[in-house]
């Protein structure tokens, strides 16, 4: 199935809005996730590399790869990369991964968007390195009251559905219990305060890459384009900060 939100130039700058907001439980989870800086760290659906500059920067790693099936995503990752970073072009859902094994996996906001998630979750613990960590960063659920941006995400997480996707997948993830040779080491919901402003700003950028999908158009088509000049407005004119929370469930899985 292909990736809903797309690898559009615009869809790359809203990754980078990404990063910006959730650098913020990103950057506390790897502190407390991981300890001795470790030599090979792989980060999965890399997207043009944010997270895998974030994980160099946070680890102190060796060597880190970013894997992303978007060659466009990748190309823009390489740019000014230095040597010890590098980015391949692989589907995570597949192992072995091109790479080798990792001392450190990670992998946020995308097992949301592939099919048969626990199933993957598992195969990438084969990944490992023994002594090995896998993390993963997911959304639990979000906290808004703003009725533009409680539309935005129930169509969202309508559409995500419709294709046995789940929005919410955190609680799954934190009920599974994973395969043989992992034990999992931390397990809990970081709340992240995002603006308005922010939470407008992605949600604004991501609409046109599924707005005219068959079931947006059949359910939501008299209500989409208004839905996203309100949202381009919102992310011009809110003033207001952090007052909507997401809840990001971050997971660590040891090899054993
Ligand atoms: C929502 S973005 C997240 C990017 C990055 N992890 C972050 O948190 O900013 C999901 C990324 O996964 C990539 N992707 C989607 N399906 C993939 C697959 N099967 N294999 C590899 N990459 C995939 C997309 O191209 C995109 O870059």
Redesign the pocket.
């Known amino acids: 199935m292909s990736?809903l939100?797309q690898?559009t130039e615009r869809a790359a700058r809203r990754?980078h809005v990404?990063?910006n907001v959730?650098a913020f439980s990103?950057r506390p989870f790897l502190h407390a996730a991981v300890g001795a800086a470790p030599e090979v760290v792989i980060?999965?659906?890399?997207?043009?590399g944010?997270?895998t500059r974030l994980l160099v920067e946070v680890t102190q790693c060796a060597q880190a790869i970013g894997?992303?099936?978007?060659e466009r995503?990748l190309s823009q990752a390489r740019s000014n990369a230095p040597a010890h970073l590098s980015f391949v072009r692989?589907?995570?859902?597949e192992i072995p991964f091109p790479t080798g094994q990792g001392d450190l996996i990670f992998?946020?906001?995308?097992l949301?968007?592939?099919q048969d998630p626990l199933a993957v979750l598992d195969r990438w613990g084969t990944q490992l390195r023994p002594g090995g960590f896998l993390l993963v960063?997911e959304v639990e659920w979000i906290r808004t009251e703003h009725p533009l941006l409680c539309q935005y995400l129930e169509i969202q997480a309508a559409l995500l559905r419709q294709q046995a996707n789940e929005l919410y997948i955190g609680p799954l993830l934190a009920r599974h219990q994973v395969g043989e040779g992992l034990r999992c080491s931390l397990s809990r919901v970081y709340q992240l305060p995002v603006s308005t402003a922010q939470a407008a700003a992605m949600f604004s950028m991501n609409l046109p890459s599924w707005k005219h999908h068959p079931f947006v158009q059949q359910y939501y088509g008299r209500i989409i384009d208004q839905l996203e000049r309100d949202l381009q407005a919102l992310a011009n004119h809110a003033i207001s900060e952090g007052e909507n929370v997401w809840g990001m469930r971050q997971l660590a899985y040891a090899r054993t």
């Open positions: 990736y939100f690898d990754l990404v990063a959730f990103s980060d999965l659906g890399c997207g043009p944010y997270t894997l992303d099936s978007s995503f692989h589907d995570v859902t992998c946020r906001l995308l949301t968007h592939l960063e």
